[in-house]
């Protein structure tokens, strides 16, 4: 059995409204939400709102017993909200929402030197006030190991500079092909060996996930690659990424760890908002 880390999230929170439910979104929220279902301790970083959207998340994620002690209060943005239009889910908060005011607090130094990995993303890097806080977040976490999402965005149309700012603090990068045509244009049309590789070489990251939702998952590095089984969609895919911290934060080789990354996503897609079960964590 594994011992328990601590898993930090660092950027938007979101309440996802359905018309017959309400859920946690975002991924400050759904990243410590999954590390709590693998025995970790998750921590979210962001800000809501001080309104009834943001009073509605507080009591979801007090139901998950989601530490919420680390989500600041903005008393005039709105809380983020996801909203589902007809098939399919669009953002429906305002140009500027609560998280992207979030502020540095010197209580974030202290969890950043806890953290033993944290996960950041693209759409929380879309306004300097947030991007800055992160920044400063990640320049403090030590040696934890540091994930950043690219393919985590409001559109394939975010300035550049947000996402590939980024890059600098990275040991391991989320990819799929709009985000690699955003902060590589060089990689367009290449094959995406190719791509990734030149990726790598141009940050400072060491390992590439390749998340093409039409694709199996594939993990590069500079001299080898390793591919999953089949394409799983971009669904869950927070839960990717904690399955393959899991992996990483315990010393698995890179396929191991792709293969529970593979496992916990087909488990959180099929067994929603359940726990995997302890054989499904067992190495492969």
């Not at 889910?89 to 953290?115: K, M, P, Y």
């Not at 080898?224 to 080789?253: F, I, K, Y």
């Not at 191991?256 to 359940?274: C, F, K, P």
Request: proline share 6%; charged share 25%.
């Amino acid at each position: 059995m594994s011992r328990p880390r601590v898993i930090v999230a660092i950027g938007e929170a979101l309440l996802r409204e359905f018309p017959d439910r309400e859920e946690p979104a975002g991924l400050a929220l759904l990243v410590p939400l999954h590390a709590k279902r693998l025995g970790h301790t998750g921590i979210a970083i962001s800000r809501l709102g001080q309104d009834a959207t943001a009073e509605r998340l507080l009591a979801l994620l007090q139901s998950q017993q989601i530490d919420a002690s680390h989500l600041q209060s903005d008393p005039d943005l709105p809380t983020g909200r996801l909203r589902l239009i007809g098939s399919s889910t669009s953002r429906s908060d305002e140009a500027r929402a609560a998280f992207d005011e979030l502020q540095w607090d010197f209580d974030l130094a202290d969890v950043a030197q806890q953290a033993d990995a944290v996960v950041y993303g693209a759409l929380a890097r879309r306004t300097g006030q947030c991007r800055s806080v992160i920044d400063r977040f990640l320049a403090e976490c030590g040696s934890c190991l540091r994930v950043l999402d690219l393919t985590n965005r409001a559109d394939h149309d975010e300035p550049r500079t947000a996402p590939t700012s980024g890059l600098k603090f990275a040991d391991v990068v989320v990819v799929d092909e709009a985000a690699l045509a955003v902060v590589l244009p060089s990689a367009i049309g290449k094959p995406t060996p190719d791509a990734l590789s030149e990726l790598l070489r141009q940050s400072d990251a060491q390992v590439a996930l390749w998340a093409q939702p039409d694709q199996p998952l594939a993990l590069y590095t500079a001299g080898a690659s390793w591919t999953g089984s089949q394409p799983l969609g971009a669904e869950a895919r927070e839960a990717t990424v904690v399955g393959l911290v899991h992996g990483m934060l315990n010393g698995w080789d890179l396929r191991e760890a792709l293969s529970l990354a593979e496992r916990v996503t087909r488990h959180a897609i099929e067994h929603r908002g359940q726990p995997p079960p302890a054989e499904l964590l067992a190495r492969s």
